[in-house]
């Protein structure tokens, strides 16, 4: 495991627990105590944790990491979502992507798809994201139209905010808004963390022909703080074989196709 992989899987435990003592983070890593300890006092540095005696507590940051740290969490899972959203997206297809682990996955293999590449490398399909590594990643596929917002961006996400964000979704319509989110609930819809991300989201979900929540079972009966948008506006939710079959059946029964991959 790496330093990374390591502090990633701590930062996971905190988020959980709300506090990990030396002892127990060591026995549950596998590693000494004095590797605890620096791993710690290196996150303490980052303001990702706060440093006690014996330990360390979360804060508030830690329940919104920020990607670099998310990335490892359900990778595999991440990667079969990504893979089963993209074959839904059609050549001229203009697609929303908002930012996120899994969205940039869904970029990826947009990015990749053989039948996308136009002759004469043209456009095949326009991506209106919010997603500032999204967009890096795509401005150099010339069969990918790329059209960024503005706005702030946050370190967490890379996403883009504030009213330089919204103000574009005057202007445009899609075909596909695919919405990674941090939780996704019958009763409450798909949520986030963050109230700015979630109104970038939420114009983006209303300027959609179609809504498509892309979800690993982490998240899938859970809420965040901020609604992007009710259940009755999603129409597909992309998840994995962990969401329990009582849960597939809610959405169902609300109209919500469930794609478990």
Known sequence: ???????????????????????????????SAATIRRDFDQLAQQ????????????QSVSYDLPLRYKTARNATEKQRI???????????????????TTTSEVARVLATRADLHAEGGSPAITIVTNALNIGAELAVRPHVKIVLTGGVPRPQSYELTGPLATGIFDHVTLDVAILGVNGVAVEHGA???????ADVNRLMAERADQVVVVADGSKVGRRAFARICDTSRIDVLVTDGAVPDADVASFTEAGVRVVQV
């Not at 990504?82 to 996120?100: H, K």
């Open 47 to 58: 303001q990702m944790l706060t440093r006690t005696r014996g330990g360390a507590v979360a």
């Open 82 to 100: 990504a893979a089963a959203t993209a074959e839904m997206a059609r050549p001229g297809a203009i697609i929303g992507l908002n930012g996120g």
């Open 191 to 197: 949520t986030c963390h963050n109230e700015g991300e």
């Open 1 to 31: 495991m790496t330093r990374h992989e390591r502090w990633n899987a701590l930062l996971g435990m905190l988020a959980d627990a709300g506090r990990l003592s030396v002892e127990e983070a060591a026995d549950r890593m596998a590693v």
